[in-house]
């Protein structure tokens, strides 16, 4: 069986990059870690760390124990804190990961929620762009994810929560000085920014084949949503994205947005986590309470979409 203490130690030595350091921060000495050490390597058959005269350097194999220990520890800590609430009182680590969209509109309302309701839950919020929180998921560095469009795999538990319509964005000589409907066919030949390739473009569109064509016409991609909303105003091109997106811009009137039709785009968001991880009375308060929050700004109009009932 693998000894999770091992797992402990690996961790701190891969962290720290060395022994001596890891040494000083579990104060166990430099001697007993080189055989726990050792005898992980035994195990896995593959020297985990390249022994350096400045350090310890980890080989491929030990990424990839890193990466499943990390998962494991971290699945262990909340598992003690969540059985060992006495109190009845919420409490323990709890991460989430949303898009740029999400914190724009729920993020300030949740995270003083929280505060307020859960005083006792360690909470880490974390942004990215909207395709790029599944990845964070499935690194096991949140607990929970609000996701567009994610993949179906059994590997996550996930639940519908809004389906948001697509518009196109663009200042009005890029994109036409009208409000009037914009069809699919006429999109392709404007110059589109684009989200980088992969998961972050997926969550723009599920339909692969209308993806291909948006991405093969991209003149453009980016990961930054300054870079991307910078370039919109300077008039550099259009994105595909939601009202939400560029809300500040549309405000200011500097760029106008068009719905997309013939087809419409929409995109799904759902609320995911890792089937693997069973949840903890902390992550099951914050995932109710966002789930209230982001039907509370459909409902309220702050975040232009509908909410997908239950099934």
């Given at each position: ?5 091992q ?5 701190v ?8 350091q ?9 001697s007993a870690?080189s055989?726990?050490?050792?005898q ?6 593959a020297?985990l760390f390249l ?40 409490s323990?680590?709890v991460s ?11 993020g ?8 307020r ?6 909470l880490?919020l ?8 599944l990845p964070?998921?499935?690194?096991s ?13 059994p590997v ?5 929560v ?7 964005v ?20 404007l110059p589109i ?6 998961l972050?473009?997926r969550?723009?569109?599920?339909d ?9 016409r ?14 919109i ?14 809300q ?7 760029v ?7 087809p419409?785009?929409?995109r799904t ?12 009375f ?10 209230a929050l982001?039907?509370?700004?459909v409902?309220?109009?702050?975040w232009?979409?509908?909410?997908v009932?239950?099934?």
């Amino acid at each position: 069986m693998l000894d999770t203490r091992q797992l402990q130690y690996f961790a701190v030595i891969y962290e720290q990059g060395s022994l001596a350091q890891a040494s000083a921060q579990l104060r166990i000495a430099a001697s007993a870690l080189s055989h726990h050490l050792a005898q992980l390597e035994a195990r896995f058959g593959a020297p985990l760390f390249l022994r350096k005269p400045r350090g310890m350097e980890p080989t491929a194999a030990g990424h990839r124990l890193y990466e499943h220990a990390r998962s494991i520890l971290r699945a262990i800590a909340a598992a003690e804190t969540d059985m060992n609430d006495r109190a009845g009182q919420i409490s323990g680590p709890v991460s989430v990961g949303m898009s740029f969209s999400a914190v724009k509109a729920i993020g300030v309302d949740f995270v003083t929620q929280v505060v307020r309701e859960f005083p006792k839950v360690q909470l880490a919020l974390t942004e990215s762009l909207s395709g790029a929180a599944l990845p964070h998921l499935m690194a096991s560095d949140v607990d929970l994810a609000l996701v567009y469009n994610p993949p179906v795999d059994p590997v996550f538990q996930s639940v519908p929560v809004l389906e948001e319509k697509m518009v196109c964005v663009g200042r009005p000589e890029v994109i036409g000085d009208t409000d009037d409907p914009i069809p699919f066919a006429e999109l392709l030949d404007l110059p589109i920014i684009l989200l980088r390739q992969g998961l972050s473009a997926r969550a723009i569109v599920d339909d692969v084949t209308l993806l291909k064509k948006i991405e093969s016409r991209a003149i453009l991609q980016m990961n930054s949503v300054q870079a991307i909303a910078g370039s919109i105003e300077a008039g550099l091109g259009c994105v595909i994205g939601t009202r939400l997106f560029m809300q500040d811009q549309l405000d200011r009137g500097t760029v106008k947005a068009r719905p997309i039709v013939q087809p419409e785009l929409s995109r799904t968001l759902h609320l995911c986590r890792l089937a693997s991880r069973p949840p903890t009375f902390a992550s099951e308060a914050i995932r109710d309470t966002l789930l209230a929050l982001v039907r509370k700004a459909v409902l309220s109009g702050a975040w232009e979409a509908q909410i997908v009932e239950p099934t």
